[in-house]
């Protein structure tokens, strides 16, 4: 935690002259509401990214209808209430504190992954200094650079391992209510603990673990009513969540995607290198969606396995290639398949564990380097 806050005190130092609200992202195209315009650093010819909308929900998380124009999609960033909520709560709600806040609670969710990691790694065995592999995995590193809920999701992840290992059921049923209050995909969790208790006739446990959901359902239920005219209005901007994912031709969006590279607005050089760079990336994407699809072969199926059938079985659904061009857009949902698919030969202790994990880090790192170019200039 304490590297990850160096690494922004630095990039925030050097290359936005000290005015944090850099790490929101913020974008010209979709400029901050007035009530914060005056101290956000805006990026010029930019759209900007999520966390600068999961910033917006911090500082209002009951929904403001007036600040509904500044969201891309208002009703979809508003249900993601956690992180954001937390935020607001631990600022008590007082606006000049907020964006502090939520960059610290990005850090608490950083320091609790790592945390979990080398509890489990203890259980297993290991040295507990394996948590560090936290840092790996692409939500984390992403929500490091831009503030985005993602990491809280990875955490939540890990600690879903943790505690149906121990069978601690009343941590493990509090981690699967924050998941899916942290993002939708977070069901899918909740969804691998009914079936594995299903298939193992728990029919009672199954039912009471089928109530985590019920929290995130009355939150949505509450934004999707206040949204509901603006929707009805609007509905380009409020699309349905299947329509992110067009369940059209699975698995086709990767492959497309290998044959049709991004193109960058950078020297012939640099670009070819970028687009290998996204094709080893997503090449190491499909092979953890290999290596989870082969430990479906053994039986029966323990939780981590039931998990991992649904991030797989979305993955695959997940159709339009554009989705598949930037690892961020596909490393920060599928960071939960990415720890899952990993986990089960690093237990085994093979060598090669982490090898499809590596190029995905990697190119995400390599989205950080101007950041840490300034920063060695500055300190040069």
């Known amino acids: 935690m304490l590297a990850v806050l160096s690494w922004q005190a630095a990039t925030v ?16 195209f979709h400029p901050p509401p007035p009530q914060l315009a005056g101290h956000t650093y805006v990026f010029k010819a930019s759209t900007g990214y999520d966390g600068q909308f999961y910033r917006y929900v911090a500082h209002a998380p009951w929904y403001r209808a007036d600040w509904a124009r500044y969201y891309d999609s208002p009703r979809l960033r508003n249900e993601r209430i956690l992180a954001p909520a937390l935020a607001w709560l631990l600022a008590a709600g007082q606006d000049q504190y907020v964006d502090g806040a939520y960059i610290a609670l990005i850090l608490c969710w950083v320091w609790l992954g790592t945390y979990w990691l080398g509890r489990y790694a203890a259980d297993e065995g290991r040295h507990p200094a394996w948590g560090l592999a936290f840092l790996l995995l692409p939500a984390t590193l992403t929500s490091i650079d831009r503030m985005t809920v993602d990491v809280a999701m990875a955490a939540l992840s890990v600690a879903f391992v943790r505690y149906a290992k121990k069978e601690s059921s009343a941590r493990l049923y509090l981690v699967l209510v924050l998941a899916v209050l942290v993002r939708e995909t977070g069901a899918l969790l909740i969804a691998g603990q009914c079936w594995y208790d299903l298939a193992g006739r728990r029919w009672r446990r199954a039912a009471g673990f089928a109530t985590a959901i019920l929290p995130a359902a009355a939150w949505y239920a509450y934004i999707w009513n206040r949204t509901a005219a603006l929707a009805a209005a609007h509905p380009e901007k409020h699309p349905h969540h299947a329509s992110f994912w067009r369940l059209q031709y699975p698995g086709a969006g990767m492959l497309m995607k290998l044959f049709q590279p991004d193109q960058y607005p950078f020297s012939p050089w640099l670009n070819h290198g970028l687009q290998v760079a996204d094709a080893l990336a997503l090449c190491g994407f499909a092979t953890l969606i290999a290596m989870a699809v082969w430990s479906l072969r053994q039986r029966p199926w323990d939780v981590e396995q039931w998990a991992m059938l649904g991030f797989v ?23 939960p398949l990415v720890f899952l698919a990993a986990l089960r030969p690093w237990r085994n202790r093979s060598p090669w564990a982490f090898a499809p994990v590596l190029p995905i880090t990697l190119r995400v790192l390599a989205q950080m380097a101007p950041q840490a170019a300034g920063i060695a200039r500055g300190l040069w």
């Open 13 to 28: 130092h050097f290359n936005y002259g000290g005015n944090w609200t850099a790490l929101f992202m913020t974008g010209e």
């Open 313 to 335: 079985a979305l993955a695959l659904a997940t159709s339009p290639a554009d989705f598949w061009g930037q690892v961020y857009n596909y490393g920060r949902p599928f960071t």
